[in-house]
């Protein structure tokens, strides 16, 4: 069983997509009660956590999945435009390093509004939230958002940190080939969510090294 506290707006669709989804590269949802804003999931078995591999050998398991999730959607989930709208008039009042921030901003305010494609993203997808099950690796606790699909490899690429740069490279580099993704938009993207969702040192050390 799993609750989510009400008010965030980060996990506030989480069953839906888990509907969304029906098994396919994420945990089946079995029940759901609206009103305590709680859901009863499917168990992974062993449960061992993805991260718990070879970076190499994660990466490539969690881009097959990453190529499951990404299903045509819109509503009722909130869209990745508008939260990075959001994030764009935040970020300057934030107090984090100002060059890291414009570069952020910029690109935020050129890529939100011109995002080529709308599918369902995980948002939150890294090696802790991909679990070993007997039907594979599947993905648990999305935050779902509507948008583009360099987006969703954010948390992925600064996973097991602190990651060096060449970790972050490789990753990346990685992903655009096997994903098919711009890269341009996908360190755009990594940076501008470490920025806006944590801002922690560790999150802004790795938003350093994408922008280097």
């Known amino acids: ?26 945990v089946r949802l079995l ?22 591999l070879p970076d190499d050998r994660a990466t490539e398991i969690a881009a097959g999945v990453l190529e499951r999730l990404w299903i045509p959607a819109d509503r009722p989930f909130r869209r990745l435009e508008d939260e990075a709208a959001r994030w764009a008039d935040e970020l300057p009042r934030s107090g984090l390093d100002r060059k890291l921030v414009d570069r952020a901003v910029s690109f935020i305010r050129e890529a939100a509004p011109t995002q080529r ?9 890294h090696g802790g939230n991909v679990l070993e099950s007997s039907r594979g690796w599947l993905a648990i606790d999305a935050k779902p958002l509507v948008g583009e699909r360099e987006f969703d490899t954010a948390s992925l690429i600064r996973d097991r940190r602190p990651a060096s740069k060449a970790q972050l490279e490789r990753r990346l580099d990685y ?4 994903l098919r993704l711009d ?26 090294r994408l922008a280097s």
């Open 183 to 208: 890269p341009e938009r996908t360190r755009g993207w990594a940076l501008a969510h470490a920025l806006a969702w944590n801002g922690s040192p560790e999150m802004i050390d790795c938003a350093r």
């Open 175 to 178: 992903l655009v080939e096997r």
């Open 31 to 52: 029940a759901r009660d609206d009103v305590r804003h709680a859901m009863l999931i499917e168990r992974c078995s062993p449960g061992t956590q993805l991260w718990e």
């Open 1 to 26: 069983m799993k609750l989510n506290p009400p008010g965030e707006l980060e996990p506030e669709h989480e069953p839906d997509a888990l509907e969304r989804w029906g098994g396919t590269g994420a």
């Open 117 to 125: 494609e709308s599918v369902l993203l995980h948002q939150d997808f």
